[in-house]
């Protein structure tokens, strides 16, 4: 079982998890055009895809979803609120809630809630069986339901989107200061750094931060933040970054 991620931040979003001939696609964000140069990156054509699978309804996430479905007959599965609030509409091959669990190839998909300003927003534990890969972003705060989910991880995609110091000094306005620090919008460098201690950490093989706000964070900030918390070597640390995502990580 391997994953890699094509990018992650307000620009454009998706995630690459693999097991054999299987390929599940979580969100993308990007043109198509882009989304087939970047998985030509990793090695990997669109009509490889098995599946994509769709958090929520915002830009970032779901820009190219529509065509790229239709372009290589894609099936697409998200929640009834995210299409919903998609401004264009996808032909969805199933709806998927929290606590459903979904087949796809050599895959198991589990579905989860999160706390987001979107209408639906779920985000998604991927197993092939005997390793368990976790997906966490776009949400603002977390409770003992969602932990206990993502219990007994081998590898992790965090959320650390922005630093508490630098949004409350920087140029946003106030309305969108308290939307992304909110309990329904992004969770922060302490915030994430917390949830993985209450998660545990030292069965994962790999953590991955992710969705790194380019006005609101610095990747330093937020690998330190982690470290302070957990006493994790900061070289074991990986950031998946806007323009060049994240190479093939393998699940042992």
């Known amino acids: 079982m391997r994953f890699a991620v094509?990018?992650?931040?307000?620009?454009?979003?998706?995630?690459?998890?693999?097991s054999g001939d299987?390929?599940?696609?979580?969100?993308c964000g990007f043109s198509l055009r882009e989304t087939e140069r970047r998985l030509a990156l990793l090695g990997?054509?669109?009509?490889?895809?098995?599946?994509?699978?769709v958090t929520h309804e915002h830009a970032d996430h779901v820009h190219g979803v529509g065509l790229l479905a239709r372009r290589y007959n894609v099936p697409v599965y998200l929640s009834q609120g995210t299409l919903r609030g998609m401004r264009k509409p996808v032909e969805v091959a199933g709806f998927l809630e929290c606590g459903a669990t979904l087949g796809i190839g050599s895959?198991?998909?589990?579905?989860?809630?999160?706390?987001?300003?979107a209408l639906e927003p779920l985000q998604y534990v991927i197993s092939d069986g005997s390793r368990r890969f976790g997906m966490l972003t776009d949400l603002g705060s977390y409770d003992a339901r969602?932990?206990?989910?993502?219990?007994?991880?081998?590898?992790?995609?965090?959320?650390?989107?922005?630093c508490r110091d630098l949004l409350a000094r920087g140029h946003y306005p106030r309305f969108l200061k308290v939307r992304v620090g909110g309990n329904q919008g992004h969770l922060n460098n302490h915030q994430a750094a917390s949830l993985v201690a209450e998660l545990g950490w030292n069965t994962l093989?790999?953590?991955?931060l992710a969705h790194l706000s380019s006005k609101n964070n610095l990747p330093h900030l937020a690998r330190q933040c982690f470290v302070d918390t957990l006493g994790c070597d900061p070289d074991w640390l990986?950031?998946?970054?806007?323009?060049?995502?994240?190479?093939w990580r393998h699940i042992a």
């Open 205 to 208: 093989q790999h953590l991955v």
């Open 44 to 53: 990997v054509s669109a009509s490889d895809l098995s599946a994509v699978l």
């Open 107 to 117: 895959l198991q998909v589990s579905a989860a809630r999160v706390e987001h300003d």
């Open 22 to 27: 299987t390929f599940i696609l979580v969100d």
């Open 6 to 18: 094509l990018g992650s931040g307000s620009q454009g979003n998706g995630t690459l998890i693999a």
């Open 146 to 162: 969602l932990l206990e989910r993502y219990r007994d991880l081998d590898a992790l995609l965090i959320e650390a989107n922005h």
């Open 238 to 247: 990986q950031v998946a970054n806007q323009d060049t995502g994240l190479d």
